[in-house]
């Protein structure tokens, strides 16, 4: 017959087995989520954002949550939880964002915006009626719109209205100032491009223009140039013997 300590001993240690056998019954049927997130994320990233907001919408009520930590304002800092709905791009939108270099997205939302805009406008032009009244004022707004558009660059003639149709928000994004320093070959790539810009390399007319975003219409195209104080017209200049002495002295 075993005393007190014995049979308490035993019971200790059969309640520590069993607590040993519940935890590796939970490791075996605990699932990570991290590779479902880690999906998410790169597959659809609004997606993402939409279950994150969810989840704390959820989790709080419908408040607003709590100020983010240094380490999660790091690990969210490509996420706007604010305009999620917004923020949730799809293919397309991220091709344009990368291919012509796009820093912001509200740039392409706003090229998005004024496209449509383009798009509605000459589709109501194109529905006004027969009547003589119609046809007169269909023409003079025709006239305008292609007029400014061919001004602006985004068409390639005055022809018809049907050119208007194809005004996208990649037409904006290419009379942006680094793609036309591509186009006129005064930058091996978009990148470097950019770069230019923003170190102040390029003026448009008298005006030294370090925004990316600046568009710059057909007029002001011809009037693309380094700076004065350029490194890179130095170089050009020494390139092609054409520098000057006085140059040199200024």
């Not at 800092?77 to 912001?104: I, P, T, Y």
């Not at 005004?167 to 680094?178: K, Q, T």
């Not at 050009?236 to 002495?245: A, F, K, T």
Request: overall charge positive.
């Amino acid at each position: 017959m075993c005393s007190a300590h014995t049979y308490h001993f035993i019971m200790s240690m059969f309640n520590k087995k069993r607590k040993w056998a519940e935890l590796r019954d939970r490791k075996r049927n605990f699932r990570c989520p991290f590779p479902t997130l880690l999906i998410l994320l790169l597959v659809s990233p609004g997606l993402l954002q939409s279950l994150i907001f969810a989840v704390c919408e959820a989790a709080t009520g419908g408040k607003m949550v709590r100020k983010l930590k240094f380490h999660e304002q790091k690990l969210l800092k490509k996420l706007d939880l604010v305009n999620w709905e917004a923020a949730s791009g799809n293919l397309a939108e991220l091709r344009v964002l990368r291919r012509f270099r796009l820093q912001r997205r509200e740039d392409y939302t706003r090229y998005n915006q004024l496209s449509r805009a383009v798009r509605e406008l000459a589709r109501r032009i194109r529905d006004l009626g027969e009547a003589p009244e119609s046809a007169a004022f269909r023409a003079r707004s025709t006239a305008a719109l292609l007029e400014k558009l061919y001004a602006m660059g985004l068409v390639a003639s005055k022809s018809s209205l049907e050119l208007c149709d194809r005004v996208s928000a990649s037409s904006f994004c290419r009379r942006r100032l680094p793609c036309l320093l591509l186009k006129l070959r005064m930058a091996q790539n978009l990148k470097s491009a950019v770069t230019f810009v923003e170190q102040g390399h390029v003026r448009v007319g008298p005006e030294v223009v370090t925004d990316p975003a600046f568009l710059v219409t057909r007029a002001m195209e011809d009037f693309i140039t380094w700076t004065d104080s350029s490194r890179i017209r130095q170089h050009v200049l020494n390139y092609n013997q054409e520098r000057d002495d006085f140059d040199l002295a200024c």
